[in-house]
């Protein structure tokens, strides 16, 4: 009898614990619920998280990660926890679909010269989101022919003194797109002696280049003590304090009567000129956006077109079924204008398939959630960071055919009309979608037409072309090269 209760006991005590362990393993699933639903992905190391092997064309190994876990895969980058997505279903269902859920913007880092203010910083909010929207309809009611059109007179000028010596053409088109955003900014053309426009290109060169190379530090906080650092984070500053001197000697001229040009329009509506209580920027808004489209909207255009004259020198057959179509519907004594476009599909295509081949930002900027979002069978917590690939969109086989050859012919149909393709997004989508398409596309489409149908573009006698392999930055670097150019008769 004595047994036997000893054995009813154990039998409690063993019930009891059991039931103990299953009360605090629920309790750990409960608390740790959110996380449980976070979706898989690779493991990295201490510290480092995958950092270590993204290789030189981090893009790549995301994509191959995405086939081992699927289009919807976390990361560890640094002291980071980002949800990467990739291919169209997935970049349209979490950052169009969800809308406002997943608009957040992170701390970042490298801008922090912002002050965490201006539409590219921003944490999603109704004042951003009302920003955003007066400079989108700003830019999209654009003359953009009217703004270019000094800058294109000025860059053909400049490449015709060259008298077909060899010049750097990503230097080249720099000048003009930065003076394109300058223009539609302040309302007139800065000139290139102006000292303080020289100080402002200068400042921002120099925090561009060290940008690149100090990108990885957006995910390694700790290392932000180091000089390196320092320096790049003095460099912005520097271009901040320039752009702010214009600013000012700007604002100097300002008459709440008259518009000279983006600044302008977002002054009438600063605090101090605005006596309605709901002014939508005040004066750090004001610097923040005039920094922000400064450095949004100079460097993507030009750098897009370098690609494209990269790829234009590459495939020389191309340039030269452009410059037909160009001849036949411009004729020579005059320059394309957008009137033209809806006539040229095959120059179309091709700033379409350039935009594919050579997608100059690979990734999205940093989203963040600002709800938990339930996608895919996953939860994704409030606050985490989100990441688009759009690599994986470009490159994908199942939307393009050899993804890597470069043929306009595939943004055409059968009847030689432009085709529309889903998926081809390279300014994304959503509520954190680039707010200077409307300018970007016209201008792109305006410089690049007016250069090939003035002059032929050579690579100069005994240089090589570089492979038409580029540098993940903050955008997509192509190699250096140079060109020749000579008028067309
Ligand atoms: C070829 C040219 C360009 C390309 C391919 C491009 C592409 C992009 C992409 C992919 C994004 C990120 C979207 C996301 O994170 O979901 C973006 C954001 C942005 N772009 Fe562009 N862009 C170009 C030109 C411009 C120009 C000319 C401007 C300014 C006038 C501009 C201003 C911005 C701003 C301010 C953002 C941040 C928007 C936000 O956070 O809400 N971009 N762009």
């Known amino acids: 009898m004595a047994l036997l209760e000893t054995q009813v006991g154990q039998l409690v005590d063993t019930t009891l614990l059991l039931c103990l362990l299953l009360v605090v393993l629920f309790l750990i699933l409960v608390k740790d619920s959110k996380s449980v639903y976070l979706p898989p992905g690779p493991w990295g ?3 480092l998280g995958v950092l270590p092997f993204l290789r030189k064309d981090p893009q790549l190994t995301l994509m191959e990660w995405a086939k081992k876990y699927g289009n919807i895969f976390t990361v560890k980058m640094g002291t980071r926890t980002i949800v990467m997505l990739n291919g169209y279903e997935a970049i349209r269902d979490v950052f169009q679909r969800k809308g406002a859920l997943s608009s957040g913007r992170p701390h970042l880092l490298t801008f922090d010269f912002l002050r965490g203010k201006g539409i590219l910083c921003a944490d999603y909010s109704k004042g951003f989101k009302r920003q955003r929207e007066f400079i989108i309809k700003y830019l999209s009611k654009l003359d953009v022919e009217k703004h270019t059109e000094d800058e294109i007179d000025a860059l053909i000028q400049y490449i015709r003194h060259k008298n077909g010596q060899p010049f750097d053409f990503n230097n080249a088109v720099s000048a003009s797109t930065s003076n394109v955003i300058g223009t539609i900014l302040f309302g007139s053309r800065q000139e290139y002696d102006d000292p303080d426009f020289q100080a402002l290109i200068n400042a921002y060169h120099n925090a561009a280049k060290l940008s690149s190379q100090a990108s990885v530090q957006n995910f390694l906080p700790f290392l932000w003590f180091l000089p390196q650092c320092r320096k790049l984070s003095i460099a912005w500053e520097a271009f901040a304090e320039a752009v702010n001197r214009i600013l000012e000697k700007h604002k100097m001229g300002y008459n709440p009567l008259a518009t000279r040009g983006l600044i302008d329009t977002m002054m009438h509506q600063t ?7 709901k002014s939508l920027f005040d004066t750090e ?18 750098t897009a077109l370098t690609w494209g004259m990269l790829f234009l020198l590459s495939y020389p057959d191309v340039c030269k079924k452009l410059q037909s179509e160009l001849d036949e519907v411009v004729g020579k004594s005059r320059r394309p204008t957008l009137e033209d476009r809806p006539k040229l599909p095959f120059t179309c295509a091709t700033l379409m398939e350039l935009q594919r081949c050579n997608n100059i930002t690979p990734f999205s900027a940093p989203h963040k959630a600002t709800q938990d979002i339930r996608v895919h069978g996953y939860l994704i917590p409030k606050g985490t960071q989100l990441m688009a690939n759009y690599w994986s969109i470009f490159m994908n086989e199942r939307i393009w055919s050899n993804p890597h050859d470069f043929q306009p012919m595939r943004f055409m149909d059968d009847c030689g009309n432009v085709k529309k393709v889903e998926g081809f997004i390279p300014f994304s989508l959503g509520k954190r979608s680039c707010p200077g398409e409307s300018l970007a596309k016209p201008e792109m489409f305006l410089i690049l037409t007016a250069l090939v149908h003035t002059f032929t573009f050579q690579v100069p006698d005994g240089e090589v072309l570089p492979a038409p392999v580029g540098t993940t930055g903050s955008v997509y670097v192509p190699p250096k090269f140079t060109v020749c150019a000579r008028p067309r008769t």
Do not use: F, I
């Open 45 to 47: 190391v201490p510290v």
């Open 285 to 302: 808004d004001l610097k923040a956006n005039c920094q922000t489209l400064y450095v949004t909207g100079s460097e993507t255009t030009s």
């Open 271 to 277: 605090n101090e000129n605005n006596q309605n209580s």
